[in-house]
DNA sequence: GTGAAAGCGCTAACAA
DNA sequence: TTGTTAGCGCTTTCAC
């Protein structure tokens, strides 16, 4: 079945039939009709690689991500895959999670082979032959979450979202404010959990509190990383009156601690996050909301502005909106006894 | 960059250099030598989509799931993934989420357009004229996790594993067993919480309890669901002393209800869950382990034993594996008082 | 608006 | 083992 055919059934030439189907290139409505036509009664569908060796259009974007089970890029990739299906587009999924090896295969072996138009690259911290190597590609590339030298990123402003949290807990009147951040092996990969802490540093400082070294803690961002943590932190003499965790995932850990050690949240601790997580609003939970499947739909326009002949404008550079949710984990600190 | 200029600077022709760096087709080794050199100067890859134009072969997979931000799902991708870009392959994911014209657009309009070489299905339950739709593609299929009319698909033996779930509970001693399943909802698209109930029931059954409908509960498959329906369970004047929940989330869900009513697991309700979730582990819930990852790997094998030329045999139709995994979620009930 | 025809870059059958 | 060559199925100029 291919397009022989259905030039033959619909009794035109295959360049109609590729214009029709296709869309560009001008074709008389009737015309059109026989021909749409005749394709369903076949059932044909264009063989994308003809397609692509003719035109150098892919119709596919490929999505490269350093994890598959993190709440926050199975969110961007559902909020792009959305997007990039209705804009007819494939997507082939590259993750880098694995020993070690996966990083250079894909760069080297899976991108170059020119199956894809444009590249997202989630949260990816690269090396600087590593950017190189994607910019040789000649493709439109954009990042999210993570700032790729010389790449149209969008990136959460994590020092500003991390002094909004810090700050609701300084204007709810807590001084003693830890903080969980990333721990070695985070922070050597991602920058994030150093902006998140910056953003913490800075906003008690603004508020003339010194810092405590004693205050931070870190941990891998995941739930049982950071219990243990915080059990640490709130077992303490001069215990902090409030928590602020660098994810949702991280401040449920604080959570569950401050419970299991006979604490009140938030009576005794006020605890705050950044994702608005899908059990953010379960635990009764304050965050930062981010939006990642914005913010991956809004990655897939930038491409598609990029490479679809009649595209829409590509969206305006705008900072990513982030919002403070207020729930139950935060209130003022009980008043000092003694 | 194309195959005729690796020819020409390796003094060889076209085909010889397709052979070499194929694999397929015999060339001397210091032919081959010369060809990858070349190859590796020039910056070489081969397109993907001539390649496929003139083979027939795309070194592509399809994976189509019903959500992406679920456990389960985000396993068999990861394992699946991991296992098909080491034998070379790229991974087209579709994702059926959303507001219902997905199915029709990906099966209709995005599988037929040969873009893969076999395709995945993940827990999809399909209609008869979807399954006819899927298997008239001609293409090798496998399905994960739901089992689609004559196709081969890997499902855990959710009956067995339900019932060994309910008999460990029975064998410490408990007999007012719940069970948490699913909501009309989850019982109208999936099989799966029908047969985790069936399985909780021939357990009674077979230890000669009566089944009781009281004891029954169906949520969403999400913490907060099952967090909701346990608490109507446990705030019964004959509680259950046993819960046996369809998910680990669910799992989860129960505790956290017992622990807001001032109940202690295990010593006033004992608490069991299936799929040894990534969080299990912290919660120290007793489960039923059954590791998709390893199911997504496997769906792999059996792919490419069909694809591949000189793939290796495929594997046996096995039963998949599921194992009872004690932690500190469950115990003999408290002596009965008064 | 439509058709003829020249590729797109590779693979595989065949010949040498 | 290696080279020659005919497509794979489509898109896109260029004529008309």
Same mark, same amino acid.
């Given at each position: 079945?291919?397009?022989?055919?259905?030039?033959?059934?619909?009794?035109?030439?295959?360049?109609?039939?590729?214009?029709?189907?296709?869309?560009?290139?001008?074709?008389?409505?009737?015309?059109?009709?026989?021909?749409?036509?005749?394709?369903?009664?076949?059932?044909?569908?264009?063989?994308?690689?003809?397609?692509?060796?003719?035109?150098?259009?892919?119709?596919?974007?490929?999505?490269?991500?350093?994890?598959?089970?993190?709440?926050?890029?199975?969110?961007?990739?559902?909020?792009?895959?959305?997007?990039?299906?209705?804009?007819?587009?494939?997507?082939?999924?590259?993750?880098?999670?694995?020993?070690?090896?996966?990083?250079?295969?894909?760069?080297?072996?899976?991108?170059?082979?020119?199956?894809?138009?444009?590249?997202?690259?989630?949260?990816?911290?690269?090396?600087?032959?590593?950017?190189?190597?994607?910019?040789?590609?000649?493709?439109?590339?954009?990042?999210?979450?993570?700032?790729?030298? +010389?790449?149209? $990123?969008? /990136?959460?402003?994590?020092? &500003?979202?991390?002094? #909004? =949290?810090?700050?609701? *807990? @300084?204007?709810?009147?807590?001084?003693?404010?830890?903080?969980?951040?990333?721990?070695?092996?985070?922070?050597?990969?991602?920058?994030?959990?150093?902006?998140?802490?910056?953003?913490?540093?800075?906003?008690?400082?603004?508020?003339?509190?010194?810092?405590?070294?004693?205050?931070?803690?870190?941990?891998?961002?995941?739930?049982?990383?950071?219990?243990?943590?915080?059990?640490?932190?709130?077992?303490?003499?001069?215990?902090?009156?409030?928590?602020?965790?660098?994810?949702?995932?991280?401040?449920?850990?604080?959570?569950?601690?401050?419970?299991?050690?006979?604490?009140?949240?938030?009576?005794?601790?006020?605890?705050?996050?950044?994702?608005?997580?899908?059990?953010?609003?379960?635990? +009764?939970?304050? $965050?930062? /909301?981010?939006?990642?499947? &914005?913010?991956?739909? #809004? =990655?897939?326009?930038? *491409? @598609?502005?990029?490479?679809?002949?009649?595209?829409?404008?590509?969206?305006?550079?705008?900072?990513?909106?982030?919002?403070?949710?207020?729930?139950?984990?935060?209130?003022?600190?009980?008043?000092?006894?003694?």
């Amino acid at each position: 079945m291919n397009i022989d055919e259905v030039a033959h059934a619909a009794g035109v030439s295959t360049a109609t039939v590729s214009r029709a189907l296709s869309g560009r290139g001008s074709v008389s409505p009737a015309t059109r009709e026989k021909v749409v036509e005749a394709a369903r009664n076949l059932g044909y569908v264009v063989s994308q690689a003809a397609s692509t060796l003719a035109s150098g259009r892919n119709r596919n974007v490929g999505i490269v991500v350093p994890f598959l089970d993190r709440w926050f890029f199975t969110n961007v990739l559902a909020g792009a895959q959305e997007r990039l299906m209705h804009a007819g587009y494939d997507i082939t999924l590259y993750n880098l999670a694995g020993r070690g090896d996966e990083r250079r295969i894909v760069l080297e072996n899976f991108l170059p082979r020119q199956r894809v138009d444009a590249v997202i690259a989630v949260s990816l911290e690269l090396t600087e032959c590593e950017v190189t190597r994607l910019r040789e590609l000649g493709k439109p590339i954009v990042g999210v979450g993570g700032p790729i030298e +010389g790449v149209r $990123t969008l /990136a959460l402003d994590d020092i &500003a979202a991390s002094r #909004l =949290a810090t700050e609701h *807990l @300084l204007s709810l009147g807590h001084t003693r404010i830890a903080h969980i951040g990333g721990d070695a092996a985070s922070d050597r990969d991602f920058h994030m959990p150093l902006k998140r802490r910056r953003g913490y540093e800075q906003a008690l400082r603004t508020a003339g509190i010194d810092l405590d070294e004693h205050m931070v803690g870190g941990a891998d961002f995941t739930v049982q990383g950071s219990y243990r943590v915080a059990k640490l932190l709130l077992g303490r003499p001069q215990r902090p009156t409030a928590i602020f965790a660098a994810s949702d995932e991280m401040a449920i850990g604080a959570i569950l601690a401050a419970q299991d050690l006979g604490l009140s949240v938030p009576q005794d601790v006020s605890i705050i996050g950044i994702d608005d997580h899908d059990t953010a609003e379960f635990f +009764g939970l304050t $965050t930062i /909301a981010h939006y990642p499947r &914005a913010q991956g739909a #809004l =990655a897939v326009d930038i *491409l @598609l502005a990029q490479i679809e002949p009649n595209a829409a404008e590509p969206p305006a550079e705008t900072p990513l909106p982030f919002d403070l949710i207020v729930r139950r984990t935060t209130s003022r600190p009980r008043p000092e006894q003694g």
